[in-house]
Each structure stands twice: as structure tokens, then as C-alpha cells.
């Protein structure tokens, strides 16, 4: 799969939901998840459908880091709670 910057990703899937795999990615000091790499494993007209595929990926692989992010947004601004 192919591996993408946050602005890549916004340019090749422009308005639309997007599931993205972290490929690398690191917490800063404050708490934010910087995505550098990331993988789109799928692309979806709206966010219901989007979070279905994403519970269906993480209920049988934890490990991995999944996002539904819209390419509206100019940074992933994700949060660490």
C-alpha cells in the first residue's frame, strides 16, 4: 500500500471521509498524534459509514492505528486522551 503525507491524502480524496492506517506516527508534548506516514484504506461519502468499516478492522486487529478523518480538515489535529 501506498504510504502519504496528511496533504496527499486531502489532495487525492478531496471532501470525503477517509480511513487511514498510521504507518508512522509519534505523540508530541501536548498529547497531539502526529501522523508522517499514513496509509487510505478507504474512502466514504459520509462518517457513519466510515466508523462501520473502522469497528469492523479494529474489533479483530487491535494493533493496528486506524483514523476516519475528513480531508476538509488542514491537519489531522488528533488528540491523545
Known sequence: MTQ???EDVCQAFPEQWVLIE???AHT???RERILVDMTPLKKFSNSP???KVYQ???RYDLSRELYVLHTS???P???EK
Do not use: G, P, S, T
Request: proline share 0%.
Open 4 to 6: 502519504l503525507k496528511w
Open 22 to 24: 498510521a504507518i508512522d
Open 28 to 30: 508530541n508534548d501536548h
Open 49 to 51: 459509514e466510515a466508523m
Open 56 to 58: 469492523e478492522i479494529h
Open 73 to 75: 480538515r488542514k491537519e
Open 77 to 79: 489535529n488528533i488528540i
